[in-house]
Structure formats: C-alpha cells, structure tokens
C-alpha cells in the first residue's frame, strides 16, 4: 500500500526566513504528487501539484516543490516566509489507477513575526 | 463559482445512531470523494464515486456507505456510530477520476 511520509510535525520560524518541508512516498509506479495547505479555520487548498514534465512545480504564494523520482520525494520550499504562512501543510500522493489520495500526517508550520 | 459544499458543518450523535451527510461538488465535476481526518492526521480515503459508480473504497468497515445522485451530488453514511467515528469529514470534486481535487469545508461528526 502506498504510504507519505513527512518528516517534522511542527516547524518554527521567523518571518524571512527560508521553508522546506520534507516529504517522501512509497510507491514504485507513476504517481500525482500534491502539496495542500489549511490556514486556521478554512477548507484544505491546493498549493501545487505535480503530474508530469517539469520536476520543479511552482505554485501558489511563492512556493515551490521539486519532484524527485529517485529519491521517492517531493519537498516544499519557499525561500521567505511570511506570518500568513501559517497553516498546516499536507502532502497527498495519488496514482494512475485513480483519485485515491494518500495524505501525509500533515506539517504545522507556525511563522513568528 | 460555488466550491464544494458541505452539510451539515457540526453534528452531534450517540452510539448506535445512524448520520448521512452531503456534498455538492463545483459545477461541471463529475467525482466526488470522500474522506476522514481525525485530529493531528491527514485525511483518510473512505469512497471515490465517478459518474455514480463506486470507483474505490478505502479500509473502512461495512457501516459506511455512500451513493452519488444524477446531479452528483453525494451522501456518506454511518451505521451504528462508535465514539472512534468521531472525526472531520471531508468531501473532495473534481472534474475526472485521476484530477486535482477540491476540497469542501467539511463536516465536524461528534458522536458521544
């Protein structure tokens, strides 16, 4: 069964400075890779999202994410946070078989200002 | 344009009880899915529906089911609810079966 991985529960960081949220799979076909983010009180939102081409995804807010295949990962970056970026993010994987997303257990990011 | 919406937002039941909730996708998405997120976990998988066919179905027991209507709308429901159902329940469009989904606010279930 697929599994995502994400490597820190909670991150802490003051506003400028650089973000990167690990994020691994298991899963030895072709995969959708997605970075969602929930601010305090809103629906889950997609960020970015990966299905083919390009390894490095650019999304929304100035992040961005770099898919890479041999290393079964897909981390977030964004080079300078911002208090708004607080939120918990979710890394999703799903495969060509269907829409099944498997979430990781999320990433609470809490940015000081 | 309407997202994907959800209803009820809060519901409260007690063991044994039996919940349905509801989704309506955004316009023109002909999948919906379903999904459970206890606190300090991600989603969960429960359902895909597709042109009103189940398209997949997570690990979950026999007392969820779930059904899509002409108009793609959809319902999840819960038979006999035990303390442990008591989670968010997340409902996702999208436009195809293997496309970014959308999600709903959710429905928050507390059963007691």
């Known amino acids: 069964a697929q599994s995502v991985s994400q490597h820190n529960h909670h991150v802490i960081l003051s506003e400028a400075a650089s973000l990167e949220l690990g994020c691994n799979y298991s899963y030895g076909g072709t995969v959708n890779l997605f970075w969602y983010v929930q601010y305090p009180g809103q629906h889950l939102q997609l960020l970015l999202k990966?299905?083919?081409?390009?390894?490095l995804v650019k999304g929304i807010k100035g992040f961005e994410a770099e898919f890479i295949k041999s290393k079964f990962s897909f981390n977030l970056r964004k080079p300078s946070v911002q208090w708004s970026d607080t939120a918990e993010y979710f890394c999703?994987?799903?495969?060509?078989?269907?829409?099944?997303?498997?979430f990781g257990a999320g990433t609470i990011l809490r940015v000081k200002s | 344009d309407a997202g994907v919406t959800q209803s009820p937002t809060h519901l409260i039941k007690t063991r044994g009880q039996q919940v349905t909730l509801r989704c309506s996708p955004i316009s023109g998405h002909k999948s919906v899915s379903w999904y459970q997120q206890v606190l300090g976990q991600g989603p969960q998988f429960i359902f895909q529906?597709?042109?009103?066919?189940?398209?997949g179905r997570g690990n979950f027991p026999d007392r969820f089911s779930a059904r899509q209507f002409p108009n793609y709308s959809s319902e999840l429901n819960v038979n006999a609810l035990l303390l442990g159902d008591s989670a968010l329940y997340l409902c996702?469009?999208?436009?195809?079966?293997?496309?970014?989904?959308?999600f709903g606010q959710g429905t928050r279930l507390t059963v007691v």
């Open positions: 996702a469009s999208s436009w195809g079966m293997n496309t970014e989904a959308f």
């Open positions: 990966y299905f083919s081409g390009d390894p």
């Open positions: 999703a994987v799903n495969t060509e078989y269907g829409n099944k997303l498997v």
């Open positions: 529906y597709y042109e009103k066919e189940e398209r």
